[in-house]
Nanobody
Framework: QVQLVESGGGLVRPGGSLRLSCAAS????????MAWFRQAPGQERDRFSI?????????FYADSVKGRFTISTDNAKSTLYLDMNSLKPEDTAVYYC?????????????????WGQGTQVTVSS
């Protein structure tokens, strides 16, 4: 079964850190563009990714997370990671990973074909 499963969310204080994981099953990440999206409370899922990565290694970070969030991949484990540092209350959201087969670089939510179920991140004192 082809699926993505996120984990690692939780409650953290402002300034704290979390690591999210996105485990792929039924396929390897080598040939997939990947991204992280988020959905803040009471809002729709963001139309554009906060982070996107292409199969050629290109990585895009939105200004809102640049310098604080880092994406990495362990292809042997078919797992994508999101390391989040210096977290702010406005980072509170459900975080989704997404995958799309093939070459290229994509940021729009409608360009991705496979989604995880999401993991809640709450930043609060």
């Amino acid at each position: 079964q082809v699926q993505l499963v996120e984990s690692g969310g939780g409650l953290v204080r402002p300034g704290g850190s979390l690591r999210l994981s996105c485990a792929a099953s039924g396929f390897t990440l080598d040939y997939y563009a990947m991204a992280w999206f988020r959905q803040a409370p009471g809002q729709e899922r963001d139309r554009f990714s906060i982070i996107s990565t292409a199969t050629d290694g290109t990585i895009f970070y939105a200004d809102s997370v640049k310098g604080r969030f880092t994406i990495s991949t362990d292809n042997a484990k078919s797992t994508l990671y999101l390391d989040m540092n210096s977290l702010k209350p406005e980072d509170t959201a459900v975080y989704y990973c997404a995958a799309r087969y093939g070459l290229g670089f994509f940021r729009g939510w409608d360009e991705y074909e496979l989604w995880g179920q999401g993991t809640q991140v709450t930043v609060s004192s």
